[in-house]
């Protein structure tokens, strides 16, 4: 369920703060899971990113949407504001490392 709170709510305060005190998980347990995934994913290729996709993101994709063209990407790319593109970079760069 998605939590939508606004600075400019009454209750903001209290909200935000309700917030910050949910339990999140613990990095060993992010660990652990991406851990499985990428095990998943380098075993079943495809199939698992497809099914991944569908359980994360409910996205449906199929072997033949699965790929994404350079057309795409180029599109993409060129409706990008300078901002979103460095942020991309940025996480771009944070995953490799």
Do not use: N, P, W
Not at 14 to 22: E, M, S, V, Y
Not at 53 to 66: G, I, N, P, V, Y
Not at 67 to 87: F, K, N, S
């Amino acid at each position: 369920m998605v939590l939508r709170i606004a600075t400019t709510d009454a209750d903001f305060d209290a909200r935000f703060a309700h917030l910050l005190g949910l339990k999140r998980e613990v990095s060993e347990d992010v660990d652990a899971a991406v851990r499985a995934i990428l095990a998943e994913v380098r075993t079943r290729g495809d199939a698992a990113i497809i099914e991944y996709t569908r359980k994360f993101d409910r996205l449906e994709l199929t072997a033949q949407t699965l790929r994404v063209t350079e057309a795409e990407i180029a599109a993409a790319h060129a409706a990008c504001d300078g901002e979103t593109l460095a942020a991309l970079e940025l996480a771009r760069d944070r995953i490799r490392s």
